[in-house]
């Protein structure tokens, strides 16, 4: 079982930045592939980026956000972030952390956090 807690949302205006962190429980932290996902109001759950399992060397991001967001991991402190850049009103979103045993944009993430509210103001 893996818990995950995300924190570091809020309101920013247009250009500026967040940094979204997702804490993790349990002590095999670096064996999971990490990902995070948003919904904005009205619409579907989409992919935003992922992170391979241990040193975290494959990354993938949605062409949305490629550029402007970067995902890190820190195996140390069982965490994973989301840098988030130049941001747009369009990235107005509740922000989710997720974990699972394999990697990539169309895994069925097994793990999910609460969510955290990110508002981009123009």
């Known amino acids: 079982q893996v818990q995950l807690v995300e924190s570091g949302g809020g309101l920013v205006q247009a250009g500026g930045s967040l940094r979204l962190s997702c804490a993790a429980s349990?002590?095999?932290?670096?064996?999971?592939?990490m990902a995070w996902f948003r919904q904005a109001p009205g619409k579907d759950r989409e992919f935003v980026a992922a992170?391979?399992?241990?040193?975290?060397?494959?990354?993938d991001y949605a062409d949305s956000v490629k550029g402007r967001f970067t995902i890190s991991r820190d195996n140390a402190k069982n965490t994973v972030y989301l840098q988030m850049d130049s941001l747009e009103p369009e990235d107005t979103a509740i922000y989710y952390c997720a974990a699972d045993q394999f990697y990539g944009s169309s895994v069925e993430y097994t793990y999910w956090g609460q969510g955290t509210r990110v508002t981009v103001s123009s």
């Open positions: 349990g002590r095999t932290f670096s064996s999971y592939a």
């Open positions: 992170i391979s399992w241990w040193s975290g060397n494959l990354t």
